[in-house]
């Protein structure tokens, strides 16, 4: 699809021209149950966690814009992380880039200690590609790109590639850049999970995930495992999901050009000591003089929100070092650049002077780098 039909495509998504309503907006089908017109016969809808009309049209939508055959959505992006690892076998190995979510991480240490997996990490492609060659029984890597919070970039291709070579199966999670701006399985990858919570969804006030299978047998296996386990997306859920993706595209352009005049602007101030940002997307992390000013900065702000999360349209500053990585040992997180002086902004939608205006007068609290 290109970039028009992108937008022509979210526009319409749930537009189904219902013939006796002529509703726009995809009906909310609450019932949890269909009825049968006679035995042995369905009409595709038996029970809600298995199919429900509203999901389905979510659903569809979100394989469409992966490029994957089948799509679940899920109460959270952590229950489509879950799914996924769920189709490997008991005992798997698994390689994961290290730079990931803290909940992903510490749901990784749960699997190793509850003896379902064990995992190894890697920093960079080539660490990848050592331990891949030192480790015959690997069943799947995971990986975002870029990482979360410290922007690095994988070549998904190329991995996917070593990964089928070695015969394992190749997991992406791609809540950062959303399929507008990445499409992994046309890269090769396997499976897509998202935090449907972040952009996709975009206004803070969504919990979902999605998981996207590329072949047809993977998705019906994800379906199936789906139903069982039952982490299925409510309706009304859904609904709010497809309300909000017809404006992904538009809110994606302006964080990404927001992000990166902030970008700019960020480099030349003195009390920042670097900036990460990857050139595309709406998320930036940055590293500044003195993590012992960190809390008066995080109280001048007076336009960016202190919280959790990312990708809505309002912008928010996270701390990873207390919030979203703090399950992560500091040992393990300090070593490889999770360190204290990193903040992580989340661009939103508002006017990029004004964000810009209200991150130079709180980074007034940081000593510049000249007289450190
Ligand atoms: C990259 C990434 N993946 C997965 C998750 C988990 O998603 P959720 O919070 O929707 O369960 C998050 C949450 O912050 C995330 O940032």
Do not use: C
Request: avoid cysteine; charge should be negative; aromatic fraction near 8%.
């Amino acid at each position: 699809m290109t970039k028009e039909k992108v937008t022509t495509f979210l526009a319409q998504i749930g537009n189904q021209k219902d013939p006796y309503t002529g509703a726009i907006s995809a009906p909310i089908h609450l019932s949890t149950t269909y009825s049968h017109p006679h035995l042995g016969q369905s009409t595709g809808f038996d029970y809600t966690r298995t199919k429900n009309p509203t999901r389905s049209i979510l659903e569809e939508a979100l394989a469409k814009l992966e490029e994957g055959s089948l799509a679940v959505a899920t109460s959270s992006g952590m229950a489509a992380i879950q799914l996924v690892l769920g189709l490997l076998p008991q005992g798997a190995h698994i390689l994961a880039g290290r730079d990931l979510y803290g909940g992903s991480y510490r749901y990784f240490n749960f699997l190793e200690e509850q003896g379902v997996a064990t995992f190894a990490y890697f920093d960079s492609q080539e660490e990848f590609e050592t331990l891949l060659a030192d480790t015959p029984e690997v069943a799947a890597i995971f990986l975002e790109t870029p990482t979360n919070p410290l922007m690095h970039e994988f070549d998904i291709e190329t991995i996917a590639d070593k990964t089928h070579e070695h015969g394992a199966r190749l997991i992406v999670d791609n809540t950062f850049l959303t399929p507008l701006r990445q499409k992994p399985l046309t890269l090769g990858a396997d499976f897509v999970v998202h935090s449907g919570t972040k952009f996709l969804s975009g206004h803070n006030d969504l919990l979902a995930g999605v998981a996207v299978a590329k072949s047809q047998e993977d998705g019906e296996k994800l379906s199936w495992l789906a139903n069982t386990t039952g982490g299925t997306l409510a309706p009304f859920d859904s609904w709010l999901f497809i309300r909000s993706l017809k404006t992904l595209s538009l809110r994606l352009e302006r964080q990404e050009e927001n992000a990166g005049k902030l970008a700019a602007q960020l480099r030349k101030l003195p009390q920042v000591t670097e900036v990460l940002y990857p050139g595309i997307g709406g998320m930036i992390s940055l590293r500044v003089t003195d993590p012992q000013k960190i809390p008066a900065f995080l109280e001048s702000l007076e336009l960016f929100t202190f919280a959790e999360s990312l990708g809505g349209v309002e912008s928010l500053v996270t701390y990873p070092t207390t919030q979203t990585h703090g399950d992560i040992p500091v040992a393990v997180r300090e070593a490889y650049g999770l360190t204290p002086d990193l903040l992580r902004l989340s661009i939103g939608i508002e006017d990029a002077e004004d964000l810009l205006a209200d991150l130079v007068q709180a980074l007034e609290v940081f000593p510049t780098a000249k007289t450190l």
